[in-house]
């Protein structure tokens, strides 16, 4: 029976990972009808109640002041670097690039726990970063792959979107490498999603939201976009803590491929085959880091702590 119980969990933390490998695709959909901000403000408002009501409500007096805080500033903002980076693309093809750069941050974690968590690595965290930055490069060097110039050009065409991105990517690797030496094993996503919706109502109302068009696809892009994140965190917890994590952990590391496919469709924005070489550089570049740390341990006791990923 338990070994039935893990498996059954360990396939709900896979489904976890087909959510959201179509956040991308789904953001992009909806801030086309609703704009960057209100169709991200609309999303997260919408999801926390999905949390809300899948994962239970917040207990304010559990959680470790540390993790509130840190917790809370980390995760708001890397959520809207993370939205509005796909909001302001000028194109699906630019949305699925800006959501290529956002998977930076499996790199940048690995490289942040040795730095930080004291945690051992092997040789391999040089080529592997190094594979995952020039994956990133062909991405954004458009037809001709591995284009320093054309990948300039086109990060210059919108810095915004790309520069959110990028950020994204260093604070998402902020907040795991944080969270998993104050959180204590507490989990206050909920929380953090109902912050993240209030930041994006404010931002909405005070510095002149874009006008909302309301559609049926616009709706129907909505409750999926909303439901992939929400359900989509509620079905990583249940894996996490009851399912294989080896398995989890090695599937999520798929996800920029499984995200650019289903955007690519979601979208109808064919994708060269140069940049499916610099995603598959990417994934490959982010086992190899994964693989540099795996069953080295830490130089002193690891903090327990829920793992999280977008």
């Not at 994956?135 to 037809?143: N, P, Q, Y």
């Not at 559609?215 to 079905?235: I, P």
């Not at 990417?282 to 540099?292: E, M, Q, R």
Request: aromatic share 12%; glycine share 10%; with cysteine.
């Amino acid at each position: 029976m338990a070994v039935m119980q893990r498996k059954q969990a360990t396939l709900v933390g896979l489904v976890a990972v087909l959510l959201w490998s179509s956040i991308v695709g789904l953001i992009r959909g909806v801030s086309e009808s609703f704009g960057p901000t209100g169709g991200a403000a609309l999303i997260y408002t919408v999801a926390s109640a999905l949390l809300w009501i899948a994962v239970g409500k917040v207990r304010l007096r559990a959680l470790p002041r540390a993790y509130l805080i840190w917790g809370s500033v980390l995760f708001v903002s890397y959520e809207l670097c993370l939205s509005l980076s796909i909001g302001y693309a000028s194109s699906a093809r630019q949305a699925i690039e800006v959501g290529m750069v956002n998977y930076l941050w499996p790199a940048f974690t690995m490289l942040a726990a040795i730095l930080f968590n004291r945690q051992r690595a092997s040789w391999l965290i040089v080529p592997g970063f190094v594979v995952a930055i020039v994956g990133i490069c062909a991405v954004l060097g458009g037809e001709q792959g591995l284009d320093l110039a054309g990948m300039a050009r086109n990060v210059r065409d919108n810095p915004l979107s790309y520069g959110l991105a990028f950020a994204g990517a260093v604070i998402w690797a902020g907040y795991c490498t944080v969270t998993a030496r104050i959180a204590q094993g507490k989990n206050a996503v909920t929380l953090f999603f109902m912050l993240t919706a209030l930041a994006l109502w404010a931002k909405y109302l005070f510095t002149g939201g874009e006008a909302m068009a309301f559609s049926m696809a616009g709706a129907v892009y909505l409750a999926l976009a909303a439901g992939a994140m929400g359900f989509g965190y509620a079905a990583w917890n249940v894996g996490i803590l009851h399912g294989n994590v080896t398995v989890l952990a090695g599937a999520s590391y798929f996800i920029p491929v499984l995200s650019a496919a289903l955007a690519a469709a979601l979208l109808q924005a064919p994708l060269s085959f140069a940049f499916w070489k610099g995603a598959a550089m990417v994934v490959a570049g982010s086992i190899l880091c994964w693989l540099a740390t795996h069953g080295k341990g830490e130089r002193s006791a690891p903090a327990e702590g829920a793992s999280q990923t977008t």
